[in-house]
């Protein structure tokens, strides 16, 4: 089921990435499909922030196959953001990351770099000291966009 609804996030995504596609796309679409690509990386970091805090056992494949989801939906994420989708009453996303765009391109290029490295660190983690600190590295990430473009 995971792997169906990966595969769609992505089809979408290429859809809406190609030029005439996303001028066309209604910008409630474009919001549903950003939702859903920050679901399906809050579905995954759960786990891993469950591992990091001791509140389950660390398991290397586990860890690793949650890091490749959040890296991969890191890289469809800016797709999620297209022009005219920062209106609509089921949108959290500020103004800022339209009239900001080099600012808000420098938080997700983090959110890309930082989860890859996530992947890399995982890869080849014996336990979960390994991983810790590029979670964490993953999670201030996560905030910079969370604190400056993201309504509360």
């Known amino acids: ?14 859809l809406l990435a ?13 919001i549903k499909f950003r939702k859903s690509v920050y679901t ?3 579905w995954h970091v759960r786990p891993l922030g ?3 805090k001791g509140q389950m056992p660390f398991d290397q494949a586990v ?16 797709d999620a953001f297209a022009a005219g989708s920062d209106k609509g009453a089921e949108t959290r996303a ?11 391109k420098k938080v997700m290029d983090n959110f ?17 000291d390994a991983v810790r600190s590029q979670f964490s590295a993953l999670s201030k990430s996560c905030a910079g966009c969370h604190d400056n473009y993201r309504t509360k």
């Open 112 to 128: 890309q770099a930082e989860s890859a490295k996530l992947v890399q660190v995982a890869r080849t983690a014996k336990d979960v």
């Open 18 to 30: 190609s030029g005439t596609v996303s001028a066309q796309a209604k910008p409630e679409d474009v």
């Open 50 to 52: 469950a591992m990091v």
């Open 63 to 78: 860890f690793l196959k949650n890091a490749e989801i959040v890296a991969d939906m890191a890289s469809i994420a800016p």
């Open 40 to 42: 399906v990386v809050g």
């Open 94 to 104: 500020k103004p800022e990351i339209w009239s900001d765009a080099a600012g808000f």
């Open 1 to 14: 089921m995971k792997h169906v609804l990966i595969a769609a996030l992505i089809g979408t995504s290429t």
